[in-house]
C-alpha cells in the first residue's frame, strides 16, 4: 500500500521551494561568475544554484559540497539548508536533514513551501503535533502559491497519525482548493476503503484515475476497492494490470501472497 504521508517526487519539491531554481543552471558559467568578486549573499545564491544543478545531474556529493559552500558565505541562506535537508533525507541521514530542516523553518517562519517541506519531514518522524502546527504555518500563509498541497499533506499526516476525522477535513479542504489534486482523491480514496466504505472510496478513486497516472500503489488499491465490493472482473483487472506492468514490485508480491492465503 502506498504510504500515506507525501507521494511528492524529490526533485518537484524543490521547484517549489528553492528559490530561483525551478530551471537547471548552466553549471559551467555559473562557474566562470568568479564567486570571489561578488557578494557574500551572491555567492550563496549561486552555489545554491550549483548545488541544485548537480543535484538533477545525480551527483549528490558536488551538490552537498556547492550547499555547504553556500551556507558558508551566507549561513541564513535558507533555500541552501532546505536544499541540503531534502539530499541528506533522501539519502537516509535523518538527524542532518533534520538540523536543516529546523534552521531553514526558523529563518523562513511563515514561508508555506517550508514550513510544508519540515511538517512532511516531521511526519515521517512520527512526530504527528509538531507536524501539525508546522503544517498549520504552511496553511496560513497568504502567498502560497499551492495551499492545496500542505491540506493534503496535512491529510496524509493525519491518517498515519490514526485520526481519520481530521484527515478527511484537510483533504476535502485541498480539493475545494482543486477539486483534481490527485493526491487528496488517492487518500481520500484509501481512507475511506479503511473506514469499510467501499462504494465512496470507489468514487473517488475512479476521479483519481481520470486525472492521473497510475503506478502499482495505486492498482493494488484498485483492486482490494473491487475485492471489497466483491467485483470479481473488476478485481481480477487491476491485478492482472499490476502483474504485467509491475511485475516486481513490493504491491505485485503482496498480492501474489494474498491469492495464495485465498487458496
Not at 550547499?67 to 537516509?92: F, K, M, S, V
Request: charge should be negative.
Amino acid at each position: 500500500m502506498r504510504s500515506s504521508c507525501v507521494r511528492l517526487g524529490f526533485l518537484a519539491w524543490l521547484s517549489l521551494v528553492v528559490v530561483g531554481c525551478a530551471t537547471t543552471p548552466d553549471v559551467a558559467s555559473l562557474e566562470r561568475e568568479g564567486m570571489n568578486r561578488v557578494s557574500p549573499v551572491r555567492a550563496a545564491e549561486v552555489n545554491t544554484r550549483l548545488g541544485v544543478g548537480y543535484l538533477e545531474r545525480g551527483q549528490l556529493q558536488l551538490a552537498i559540497e556547492k550547499l555547504d559552500t553556500a551556507i558558508r558565505h551566507d549561513p541564513d541562506h535558507t533555500p541552501a539548508h532546505l536544499t541540503l535537508a531534502l539530499i541528506y533525507e533522501q539519502l537516509g541521514d535523518s538527524r542532518r536533514a533534520g538540523q536543516h530542516y529546523r534552521t531553514a523553518s526558523r529563518l523562513a517562519p511563515n514561508d508555506g513551501a517550508t514550513q510544508n517541506a519540515f511538517a512532511v519531514h516531521l511526519c515521517r518522524q512520527q512526530r504527528f503535533g509538531e507536524a501539525e502546527r508546522h503544517f498549520q504555518r504552511a496553511m496560513d500563509d497568504p502567498f502560497y502559491a499551492t495551499p492545496e498541497l500542505a491540506y493534503a499533506n496535512a491529510g496524509a499526516c493525519a491518517r498515519r497519525a490514526g485520526d481519520s476525522e481530521q484527515a478527511q477535513r484537510y483533504l476535502r479542504q485541498a480539493l475545494e482548493i482543486d477539486p483534481g489534486y490527485a493526491d487528496a482523491l488517492f487518500q481520500l480514496a484509501g481512507l475511506y476503503l479503511e473506514q469499510g466504505d467501499a462504494f465512496r472510496a470507489r468514487a473517488f478513486f475512479q476521479r483519481f484515475e481520470g486525472v492521473a497516472g497510475v503506478d502499482a500503489a495505486a492498482l493494488m488499491l484498485g483492486y482490494r476497492i473491487e475485492n471489497s465490493l466483491d467485483n470479481t472482473s473488476g478485481a481480477y483487472r487491476y491485478a492482472r494490470r499490476l502483474e504485467q506492468d509491475f511485475p516486481d514490485s513490493l504491491q505485485a508480491r503482496e498480492l501474489r501472497s494474498l491469492r495464495q492465503e485465498d487458496d
